[in-house]
């Protein structure tokens, strides 16, 4: 189990969520404490590591004297506030946006959204083949991941993590407006071409598979990536003194991908290419 440092004491933040009191600490967004309370409110853009961006508005709920609907990844939780999670308009909010991504972008690999679309009733067929946002095919410019912009719902999360959040390389940005933006490095190169230090935290961050390791991609292709055949195995690399934690994904006793732990308090998730991407060593047996 990984230690978590403790923080600062907060006070308690007393509000109503769907007729029952709530408490929770001070700073605490209305999804904290939905996930507190155990009510599933769906997001997409919302990450652990990050700071929330408000892209995806899957996860809207009312607030009592608010014009519009809020989203909860970012909403702080207000003394007296009173929030419904389940109304009529909350929940078609949701149906919407979730028929649109799923109109325009494969959301094939992205983890929930199958329960999400049959629990809301949306029908992203009804919108027709055309809605398609790119159809274009996977980006393979390097040996190390995979760029699939057909998956991409520019959440932004690799850019944050890219960015001033985490590995402060700004090798990527939103390229475009409108219907023509997308995530691209500068001048919409080849990643070979770009400021990209190759860490990986892009992928470790992308919601929906847009971003792959070349690893997983070729399995998958081949048809023999196997998540339920995989073990997890969490480790501290050992390239430098830093005691970054890594989690080796080993498959038919391979390593197939490596993640870090997001609530460890050293990483947060995040590694060098070395870390994330140099254990080939491992498992040389010449």
Known sequence: ??????????????????????????????????????????????????????????????????????????????????????????????????ELLASSVDLSRTPRVAGWLKEYEAKPDRFGPDAARLNEEP????????????????????????????????????????????IAVEHDAPLTDSACVYCGNCI????????????????????????SAQTETTTVCAYCGVGCNLTLHVQDNEIVKVTSPHDNPVTHGNLCIKGRFGYQHVQNRD
């Open 1 to 98: 189990m990984t230690a978590i440092p403790l923080g600062v004491p907060r006070r308690l933040v007393e509000f109503t969520l769907d007729g029952q009191e709530a408490r929770v600490p001070e700073g605490s967004t209305i999804l904290d404490a939905c996930r507190a309370a155990g009510k599933d409110i769906p997001t997409l853009c919302e990450g652990d590591t990050l700071r929330p961006k408000n892209a995806c508005r899957v996860c809207v709920v009312e607030v009592e004297g608010s014009r519009t609907l809020v989203p909860a990844c970012s909403r702080k939780a207000e003394p007296g506030m009173e929030v419904s999670t389940g109304t009529d308009r909350a929940r078609h909010s949701r149906k919407i946006v979730l």
């Open 204 to 227: 470790e961050v992308c919601p929906t598979g847009a971003l792959s390791f070349k690893s997983e991609f070729d399995m998958r292709a081949a048809g023999t990536w196997d998540e």
């Open 139 to 182: 980006k393979v410019d390097n040996e190390l991941y995979v760029r699939d912009y057909d998956k991409c719902i520019l959440c932004y999360k690799c850019v944050d993590a890219c960015g001033d959040q985490w590995q402060n390389t700004f090798a990527i940005s939103v390229a475009g407006r409108g219907f023509d933006a997308r």
